[in-house]
């Protein structure tokens, strides 16, 4: 089955083709034909994502994006093809910008051999998330492809389950740590589709109190990466840190988070010493770093005892923290459990996870209907 998968959800414009066979188990094989995304660098500027101008943003990439990938897919190829003209207006009258890039791409290439189209609907950011959706509608009218609505956190969880094109071989429960700019929650996984929520912040997501940490400390958005070269440089020098950040709600008895205190008690820190030296920031992102993975890593290891995991799995943007992976590694070695975790370059979001997702959402027989589907911020998995 070959499956289209288009996110838009926050800051990134991506799109995959991928081609997929079996169900959720070893049968399971997948071959990636493309997977292509550009991240709006427009943002850097306000240290932060603007819903409104991500939404411009993704109007003006989706169409080069799905050419890119149709073309790498070999799927591209140029041919007057008739469409339903009015009918795609009308499904992209709020995206004109979009429409106006769409129709002529459409009128000019031929249909590809796409079974199904997953796009992500929620969770993220409304604006930005319709965008991709409307998209999607609009391929699926001209060329009669059906839609598959897909989770955002959904395909952050499967995607850490692959390994070289399959699934990992995985025991269920699993115990699943999403950490991500909008999002750190543990979540109970008995099969694919079959998820309870454990814990989740009370505030701050991770991701978030990365990127404004890297704020204070004068570092481009996102933070996440250069947080993390700064922590790995004083590792090296192998000196103790200058400062003792709280480490909240480690010993509150529950599998919630709280990371607005930490990132408070870095900006006084901040305020207080407001010329710090590289050495200095170097030390403080050191023990910001320490703190967020004992946090993450404390709550996990507890709730993977309480509930009997038998596999982590940890997905989200800021899995791809090496620091965080290390620590995670050690708690899921002291279990005796699998810890399941993809390429770096593939925690963060991309359109490969929504199209992994969307196709076991699709085996299920979970088509959407256009007039059904809509932008879902806070889209829950259970
Ligand atoms: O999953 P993602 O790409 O987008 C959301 O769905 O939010 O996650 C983005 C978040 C940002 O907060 C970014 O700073 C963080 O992931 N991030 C990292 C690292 N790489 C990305 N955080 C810590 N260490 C990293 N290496
Ligand atoms: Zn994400």
């Given at each position: 089955m070959k499956i289209l998968g288009i996110e838009t959800s926050c800051d990134d414009t991506a799109v995959a083709l991928i081609d997929a066979n079996g169900s959720f188990d070893a049968s399971f094989r997948y071959t990636t034909h493309a997977n292509v995304r550009v991240s709006q660098t427009v943002h850097a500027q306000y240290g932060g994502v603007y819903p409104n101008l991500a939404r411009g943003e993704h109007q003006k990439n989706l169409t080069p994006m799905l050419e890119l990938a149709l073309s790498q897919g070999n799927d591209l190829k140029k041919q007057e093809t008739q469409i339903d003209e009015a009918g795609v207006r009308s499904l992209l009258a709020r995206e004109p910008e979009l429409c106006e890039l769409l129709i002529p791409f459409l009128k000019t290439h031929a249909k590809p051999a796409v079974d199904a189209i997953a796009v992500t609907v929620g969770p993220g950011l409304e604006p930005a998330l319709w965008v991709g959706i409307n998209f999607a509608k609009a391929l699926s009218h001209a060329w009669n492809i059906p839609l598959v609505p897909t989770n955002h956190m959904e395909g952050h969880i499967v995607i850490s389950m692959m390994q070289n094109g399959a699934l990992q071989e995985t025991k269920f429960p699993a115990l699943a740590l999403l950490i991500s700019g909008g999002h750190t929650e543990l979540i109970l996984m008995n099969t694919f589709g079959e998820y309870r929520y454990i814990g989740r912040t009370r505030d701050d997501a991770v991701g978030e109190a990365f990127d404004k940490v890297a704020r204070m400390l004068n570092?481009?958005?996102?933070g996440g990466p250069h947080i993390s070269r700064l922590a790995e440089e004083a590792r090296e020098k192998g000196e103790k840190s200058a400062h003792a950040l709280p480490r909240a709600m480690l010993h509150s008895g529950d599998y919630d988070f709280s990371f607005a205190g930490l990132k408070t008690a870095v900006l006084r820190i901040t305020e207080a010493n407001p010329a710090m030296n590289d050495m200095e920031k170097q030390s403080l992102a050191r023990e910001f770093e320490d703190a967020a993975a004992e946090i993450l890593s404390t709550k996990t290891k507890n709730a993977a005892d309480e509930f009997g995991a038998q596999a982590l799995i940890v997905g989200g943007g800021?899995?791809?923290n090496t620091h965080i992976r290390n620590v995670l590694q050690k708690k899921a070695e002291a279990l005796g459990i699998p810890l399941l975790v993809c390429a770096k370059e593939d925690s963060t979001d991309n359109a490969l996870m929504i199209a992994l997702a969307g196709y076991f959402r699709a085996l299920r027989n979970e088509y959407g209907k256009a007039e059904d589907m809509r932008a879902t911020g806070q889209l829950k998995l259970a």
């Open positions: 570092l481009p958005y996102p800021v899995s791809a």
